[in-house]
């Protein structure tokens, strides 16, 4: 695998920003990228840059319009991307792991993923606590994670008609990603397990237990294994 | 609260009023929404009546209903939509600033024109700040009273301070007050997945008539018309900037506004003149909308003037 940074291109988004896009494919490379040039951009040019998002393979730019045009500013951009080291950080980011009881009341489409993926119950969970995950993305709601990749044996597709309730802390699965919704909300992934983890507490420090380029290990937990890490953490 | 407190207390909280400020900034990288106020500039006009900064606190009360009680002496200015405000049942035109005092009586009743009015007081209200600001974002659980997010509720105080002396009650020059009736055009800059779009969707949008969806809030504002041809892109979920237009794949457009998502995987045509939003959270569901194209250069002439003028 080469780790040549996919070519920027440039799309205008609004008087104040400016979207750059780094190819259309998944690259395990670029969230620590995307996340180190986010600190460069803001700490390089604080007066022109006001924020940047990083998202799967974009990241949006916004400026001030009065001191600097658009044109400058992706010529400043095109330079910038530059100094910041693409390479295989995959396994720099922090590692988390996260108790998770797959199955039952915690996880009510587990039984129905084994029987599209024509694999045991067992073998689902071994495949998605068997494996890494990076964070791609932060965003949707606070702290909210995207992770990927999903082992290729997991992939399907959204559920056909979405619930009108998932619970939080439900550990979910869609194509080929996996997360855990922060809230009760509706959703059309399908639900693995349960996790009781706080995705975003503006009071901590940090705010959220995963940055963009950290990684997630899930652990499967018997239901009590699961009450004793939440009395732990709470002490 | 204890007897000595200055400030307003909430009577009756109305359909839906929430403390504002210029918006919570900087945390957009951890989901983290902005906020403020949907029309900015009636609510820059309110901090410029009172001579607040521009980023001072202050009330957007939607489509009305908010009864509040005055516990302090101080000046107020209320701008943005006409939702036949009284004090102590006195009718008050709104785009003014004027003094009050214990015990005045503020009810807002049902819009006559616009939709959202802003209510702002000298040194603006007092609230706790979370990440930086007082915005209230309810998806978010974050600004306003408490701090979680909450739109204001029966029984709620809101502190402000005292103004000892008389100010002068100013009134905003009547060329400069919107005029939110008829229908609206919305200026469009193209871009993000511009291209993925159809030459005859672009000329469909620039042609056809649409309306403002009653499903609309703060998150987005809800089009409903003869359905666009959204391109089918299998897209990774990427940033959303504000005022950008998204077309999922009912064909129906969404303006992506201040409570927004941060990320979004739908195609987008581009991104509307902020401009034309502020006048568009003016709007009443039902509203005749039209789009017209604009490029980057006049719509950020535009908007420089507007940061400008109110020094934002």
Redo the contacts between chains.
């Keep these: 695998m080469s780790f040549k940074r996919p070519d920027a291109t440039f799309?205008?988004?609004?008087?104040?920003?400016i979207?750059v896009?780094f190819g259309?494919q998944?690259n395990s490379a670029l969230p620590a990228y995307l996340s180190a040039l986010?600190d460069h951009l803001l700490t390089r040019h604080p007066s022109i840059i006001?924020?940047?998002?990083?998202?799967?393979?974009?990241?949006?730019v916004?400026y001030d319009?009065?001191q600097c045009r658009?044109y400058d500013l992706q010529l400043l951009l095109e330079r910038e991307l530059e100094m910041v080291a693409f390479e295989n950080t995959a396994q720099c980011g922090k590692l988390v792991e996260l108790p998770v009881v797959y199955g039952g009341e915690h996880g009510p489409d587990l039984t129905a993923v084994a029987d599209a993926c024509g694999l045991s119950e067992q073998a689902v969970i071994e495949l998605h606590s068997g494996q890494d995950y990076q964070v791609y993305?932060?965003?949707?709601?606070?702290?909210?994670s995207?992770l990927a990749e999903l082992p290729e044996q997991l992939r399907l597709p959204r559920l056909s008609t979405p619930r009108q309730k998932v619970a939080a802390g439900s550990v979910a699965i869609a194509e080929q990603q996996t997360a855990v919704y922060p809230y009760e909300s509706p959703g059309g992934w399908h639900i693995l397990g349960y996790t009781p983890i706080t995705w975003?507490d503006?009071q901590a420090s940090p705010?959220?237990p995963v940055e963009?380029g950290d990684r997630v290990r899930f652990k499967a937990v018997t239901v009590q294994q699961l009450d004793a890490w939440v009395k732990e953490q709470a002490r | 609260m204890s007897q000595s407190a200055t400030g307003f207390q909430v009577i009756r909280k109305g359909f839906f009023s929430l403390v504002q400020d210029a918006g919570r900034?900087?945390?957009?990288?951890?989901?983290?929404t902005n906020g403020g106020p949907m029309d900015a500039m009636a609510a820059s006009w309110a901090n410029r009546l009172l001579d607040n900064s521009a980023d001072a606190s202050l009330i957007e009360v939607t489509a009305g209903g908010l009864e509040l009680e005055v516990r302090t002496q101080t000046m107020i200015a209320v701008t943005g939509g006409d939702l036949n405000l009284t004090v102590n049942g006195k009718p008050q035109a709104p785009w003014r600033s004027f003094w009050v005092s214990t015990g005045d009586r503020l009810r807002f009743g049902t819009p006559r024109l616009g939709f959202r009015a802003y209510l702002g007081v000298q040194g603006g209200f007092q609230v706790p700040e979370?990440?930086g600001s007082m915005a209230t974002v309810k998806?978010?659980k974050?600004g306003g009273v408490c701090g979680r997010g909450e739109a204001l509720q029966d029984g709620d105080f809101l502190a402000s301070g005292i103004l000892p002396e008389e100010g002068i009650a100013r009134q905003i020059p009547e060329r400069f007050m919107p005029d939110y009736s008829g229908p609206l055009t919305l200026h469009i800059?193209?871009?993000?997945?511009q291209h993925a779009f159809s030459k005859s969707t672009w000329q469909q949008l620039m042609q056809q008539p649409f309306e403002l969806d009653t499903r609309s809030d703060r998150m987005g504002a809800r089009l409903s018309g003869s359905p666009l041809q959204s391109p089918t892109l299998g897209?990774?979920?990427?940033?959303l900037?504000?005022?950008?237009v998204q077309v999922p794949a009912d064909g129906q457009p969404i303006i992506m506004l201040n409570d927004r998502?941060?990320?979004?995987g739908y195609p987008k045509l581009?991104?509307i003149?902020?401009l034309d939003c502020f006048a568009l959270a003016q709007r009443q569901p039902g509203t005749r909308i039209r789009f017209a194209p604009i490029g980057?250069m006049t719509?950020?002439q535009q908007?420089?003037r507007y940061?400008?003028f109110f020094g934002l």
Excluded: C, K, W
Aim: net charge positive; glycine share 10%; no cysteine.
């Design positions: 799309e205008l988004a609004g008087v104040n920003a979207l896009r259309n998944l986010r006001s924020q940047v998002v990083p998202a799967y393979t974009t990241i949006l916004e319009p009065r658009m993305a932060q965003g949707f709601a606070p702290g909210f995207y975003f503006p705010m959220t963009v | 900034f900087g945390y957009e990288h951890l989901g983290v979370v990440l998806r978010d974050l800059i193209p871009g993000y997945q897209m990774y979920s990427e940033p900037s504000y005022a950008a998502q941060t990320l979004g581009g991104n003149l902020p980057l719509a950020q908007m420089r940061l400008r």
